[in-house]
C-alpha cells in the first residue's frame, strides 16, 4: 500500500504563485510515475503534470510554461510549482502515484485564483 500526504494550496489572486507538495509512503517500487490532476467544479478530472522514474516530463498544454513538476531528486516527494495562476486553474489538486499496475491517489487539496 502507498499512502499520499499532499501539502499547500489555498487562495491566491491571479498572476501569483504557489507550490503543492506530496509526501508518498509505504510500498515503492524503481519504475513509476508522480504526477498532479486536477478537478473543478462540475467538470471532469484531468491531467496537469506528470514525471517517471525514467526522468520524463509531461504537461497538459494548459499548463506549459506556467507550471513546473519536480520529484526533487526523491524517490517518495513530488512538488509542482504553479506561476501565473489563472482563475480557471482553481479546481482540487490531487497527487498521482502509479506503479506495478496500481493508482494511488493524495485526498487532494484546493487551489482557488481570485481577486
Known amino acids: 500500500q502507498v499512502q499520499l500526504v499532499q501539502y499547500g494550496g489555498g487562495l491566491v489572486q491571479p498572476g501569483g504563485s504557489l507550490r503543492l507538495s506530496c509526501v508518498a509512503s509505504?510500498?515503492?517500487?524503481?519504475?513509476?510515475?508522480l504526477g498532479w490532476y486536477r478537478q473543478a467544479p462540475g467538470k471532469e478530472r484531468e491531467l496537469v503534470a506528470t514525471?517517471?522514474?525514467?526522468?520524463?516530463?509531461n504537461y497538459a498544454e494548459f499548463v506549459k510554461g506556467r507550471f513546473t513538476i519536480s520529484d526533487e531528486n526523491a524517490k517518495n516527494w513530488v512538488s509542482l510549482q504553479m506561476n501565473s495562476l489563472r482563475p480557471e486553474d482553481t479546481a482540487v489538486y490531487y497527487c498521482?502515484?502509479?506503479?506495478?499496475?496500481?493508482?494511488?491517489w493524495g485526498k487532494g487539496t484546493l487551489v482557488t485564483v481570485s481577486s
Open positions: 498521482y502515484y502509479q506503479a506495478n499496475g496500481s493508482d494511488y
Open positions: 509505504g510500498s515503492w517500487f524503481t519504475e513509476y510515475t
Open positions: 514525471i517517471t522514474s525514467s526522468r520524463s516530463e
